[in-house]
């Protein structure tokens, strides 16, 4: 049974074209992984199948009862509402036929027998109905599913309004998968879990009974709940049956038959050309040349396949620090009150140290802090001698409205021009990308754009807050070497531990300073 049937899709963006005669069916049962570098159109593909974007040709066509869950990079919360509040509106239709029950109650109050015998049937039909859907049991599911993503650690009473980005992301992911719709879509759902959520998830994906496309960077879980990947690349989409092993593995010898086929046609024209070029002058060949000439005009011509830009990262490294480059004492991190007991410190020149712990436990705010951006609830912290610390944000602040070529030129307005487009493009952005608006590129598009700024600024110690988040595979690889030869210090916040755990010299868990009660 196809739940899904996109036909002949073709849809272009600023002047650019994403997808070409794209075409895809979603069977029941189907676990899909849509994969593709930065910028391909992935997002671009999920708000074409949703309906929140019209294609420029083609049709996506949806059967009428089926029901589909979509969590979006841009979803939003309304501030006022309790997580419980958010969680539970996952089952307003619930709700709303409770109503309807106490008003079919109200109205037995007064009425004659047929009446009642008619309100009755009613409610035993609504009841029913609740019944089967776990209606009675709603608040231990919801406890159970926001435990599962971490939720309760947070506590369901807190206001949305006060959530970090990632609570925000959890919440809106927990709230997806309690509405047990019949199809998930999920963009990036892994980016702000914790590894152990991340297994939570996993878990819930690979029991799931019904359909999903999933988009994500993070071949680990990929592998483990995928069962077809779909290959997003040149404006087309490419099926592969298996996980994401697999598809490498079936990928490169499709790529293989592809650059093969290309160069033996190649060969052909090229002998068909120099035939008809020696021999239509001459009389007696004049004949044979006009034929090969015919068969070249025929030839159905097979593109050149093309390879995809390849960042290059290097940071620019300033003077040696001193041996100290950032000592605390007692220090208590928080906002409105403490995150963390008193905890005293030293991070040494030349360290590459990760930071890992749960959500909610002050990762971020500990980088904020030694930075100097907040304030510490008590304690001291000091730098070292001629420390240039350079800092990777997990997101923009706020809507950035500039392109990223005005964006970086007006972080370094001694460059020129060229200097600003060379930096853009080692990071893998195209002209199209670097005269794009910061907010309208896709996320790991816009992460490149803050790797650039980093990477032309001279720093000794990186303080990098989830910098693999968007990024594409190739685009993590190539940062990981990058960090991998910074002779500087970093210090690193991240939910991948395949990404740093080769390297890193020490892992610190922030969990041993906190002063919640880790479950």
Request: charged share 25%; proline share 3%; with cysteine.
């Amino acid at each position: 049974m196809s739940y899904l049937n996109v036909t002949n899709v073709s849809h272009s963006f600023g002047g650019r074209e994403i997808l070409n005669d794209v075409s895809f069916k979603l069977l029941r049962g189907e676990h899909v992984g849509l994969v593709g570098a930065n910028g391909e159109g992935k997002t671009t593909f999920l708000n074409i199948v949703t309906g929140k974007l019209l294609p420029d040709e083609g049709k996506v066509e949806w059967p009428g009862k089926i029901t589909v869950g979509y969590l979006d990079q841009q979803s939003t919360l309304t501030a006022g509402l309790t997580i419980r509040q958010v969680l539970r509106s996952a089952f307003d239709e619930m709700y709303e036929a409770e109503k309807q029950i106490m008003a079919l109650y109200d109205q037995m109050g007064d009425t004659d027998e047929q009446t009642m015998e008619k309100l009755m049937a009613q409610v035993g039909d609504l009841q029913s109905d609740l019944e089967h859907s776990g209606f009675y049991q709603l608040d231990t599911k919801i406890e159970e599913v926001a435990n599962g993503l971490g939720l309760g650690e947070i506590g369901l009473d807190k206001d949305v309004a006060d959530l970090s980005g990632g609570q925000r992301s959890k919440v809106l992911l927990t709230k997806l998968l309690l509405q047990n719709a019949k199809i998930l879509l999920l963009d990036e759902p892994t980016n702000y879990l914790d590894e152990n959520h991340i297994n939570w998830l996993t878990n819930f994906l690979k029991n799931y009974e019904n359909a999903f496309i999933l988009i994500s960077h993070d071949t680990t879980f990929l592998n483990n709940v995928v069962n077809v990947v779909y290959h997003l690349e040149n404006c087309t989409l490419t099926r592969y049956t298996g996980d994401y092993n697999k598809f490498l593995e079936l990928s490169a010898i499709h790529k293989a038959q592809q650059n093969s086929a290309y160069e033996r046609q190649q060969q052909e024209v090229a002998q068909l050309e120099d035939f008809i070029a020696r021999n239509k002058a001459r009389i007696s060949t004049t004949g044979r040349a006009k034929s090969r000439q015919k068969k070249l005009d025929k030839m159905d011509l097979i593109e050149k396949p093309q390879e995809k830009i390849k960042p290059h990262f290097k940071f620019k490294e300033a003077r040696t620090p001193s041996r100290i480059i950032v000592e605390a004492k007692d220090l208590v991190l928080g906002y409105d009150e403490p995150l963390t007991k008193p905890v005293s410190f030293q991070l040494e020149r030349g360290k590459k140290i990760a930071l890992k712990g749960v959500n909610g436990l002050g990762k971020t705010t500990l980088l904020k802090t030694i930075l100097g951006l907040i304030p510490p609830i008590s304690g001291s912290l000091e730098l070292g001698e001629f420390v240039e610390p350079g800092y990777f944000e997990q997101e923009e602040r706020e809507k950035n409205e500039k392109t990223a070529l005005d964006d970086v030129w007006d972080t370094y307005p001694s460059l020129s021009n060229s200097d600003v487009r060379g930096a853009l493009a080692a990071c893998g952005l195209t002209n199209e990308h670097i005269t794009t608006k910061v907010f309208v590129l896709s996320g790991g598009e816009a992460a490149k754009v803050r790797l650039c700024k980093l990477m032309l600024k001279k720093v000794n110690w990186l303080v990098l807050d989830e910098p693999t988040n968007h990024l594409d595979v190739m685009a993590k690889e190539e940062l990981q070497q990058a960090l991998i030869d910074f002779n500087g210090s970093i210090l690193l916040v991240s939910h991948d531990p395949e990404f740093y755990t080769s390297w890193v010299d020490e892992i610190l868990n922030i969990e041993n300073w906190t002063t919640k009660i880790i479950s």
